[in-house]
């Protein structure tokens, strides 16, 4: 029998300020049309990365091979966890000496996304309940690092909103963080209020899809008219949120339409990641799963 630590269960409703409605699509932009159809793949420097985090995870993190971590490793390196070391020869002896509990635990399921410097694991995993002999509890995380270098730099540990364990609980600044992205995606994002955007937007805010411009005037331009009518139609038929430090994740799956062709449509699965600071937006990814072949992009 399983029990449930985080179940992933979509978070819909009054925390997400009423994401979506049924009827409710928005369009796609020229970039995030390609990456939506599979047409804009990683680039070269990303699939390097997915690289270097895997053969780190299957050689240090699952095989506990300690003595390794140095290669995959900055000599910097920063833990954003609670109870993380820093550094590649502190990581190469925790690993080395991981306690019996992380030992124990099981990868179920594993989806990779990659934009830019980051490489972002969805992970289903499964440890023993130590309170119920014979059971299991499930937990669903992000694990997201930075990679520069072809070394791993940075890693940052996210849980669904409201089911971080209680040695990596969320803050009540990683709350209003996310406060801030529901309120931008409800009254900029679907409710085309270009006017709202200094609410939520730092004035030097930097757009990394293909093809976006950077700053307020760009947002408040790009969502302060109604999409055009040709343009695919999108809607979220699901949402997790996950917040970490200054980063809030939106993992989304959406139905996308095309205009011309009624009737049809297709399920795609993504990542919209914000950094908020000081109460505003002051950077945002899209990263699609690597195995669509997708890169970041995204619509207006």
């Known amino acids: 029998?399983?029990?449930?630590?985080?179940?992933?269960?979509?978070?819909?409703?009054?925390?997400?300020?009423?994401?979506?409605?049924?009827?409710?699509?928005?369009?796609l932009g020229p970039a995030q049309q390609g990456a939506a159809q599979g047409a804009t793949q990683e680039t070269a420097q990303e699939k390097n990365n997915v690289a270097v985090v895997r053969e780190f995870w299957r050689e240090v993190h699952q095989e506990f091979h300690g003595n390794e971590a140095p290669k995959y490793l900055a000599e910097?390196?920063?833990e954003h966890n609670n109870g993380g070391v820093n550094g590649s020869a502190r990581m190469a002896q925790?690993?080395?000496?991981?306690?019996?509990?992380?030992?124990?635990?099981?990868?179920?399921?594993?989806?990779?996304?990659?934009?830019g410097p980051f490489v972002l694991l969805h992970q289903h995993r499964e440890r023993p309940d130590a309170t119920h002999p014979g059971e299991t509890v499930d937990i669903d995380m992000f694990e997201m690092v930075r990679v520069y270098d072809g070394l791993l730099q940075e890693h940052w540990m996210f849980y669904p909103e409201g089911h971080a364990p209680a040695n990596q609980p969320q803050t009540e600044q990683e709350y209003k963080n996310i406060a801030v992205v529901t309120g931008f995606w409800h009254d900029v994002w679907e409710g085309r209020q270009g006017d709202a955007v200094p609410e939520y937007v730092a004035s030097g805010y930097i757009e990394h899809g293909a093809g976006e411009a950077d700053g307020r005037a760009a947002m408040?331009?790009?969502?302060g008219h109604p999409p055009a009518p040709d343009r695919p139609r999108e809607r979220v038929v699901s949402q997790t949120i996950y917040a970490r430090g200054p980063f809030v994740l939106l993992?989304?799956?959406?139905?996308i339409s095309q205009p011309s062709q009624p009737g049809q449509s297709r399920k795609v699965d993504l990542l919209e990641m914000f950094q908020v600071y000081d109460g505003l937006l002051q950077q945002h990814w899209t990263f699609f799963p690597v195995q669509a072949g997708t890169a970041a992009s995204w619509g207006e």
């Open 76 to 78: 910097g390196y920063v």
């Open 220 to 223: 408040a331009q790009r969502f």
């Open 1 to 27: 029998m399983k029990r449930f630590f985080a179940s992933g269960a979509t978070v819909l409703g009054c925390s997400v300020l009423a994401i979506v409605s049924g009827a409710h699509a928005q369009a």
């Open 251 to 255: 993992h989304q799956q959406r139905m």
């Open 94 to 115: 925790f690993f080395g000496h991981a306690p019996a509990a992380m030992r124990r635990m099981k990868t179920v399921s594993q989806t990779v996304y990659a934009g």
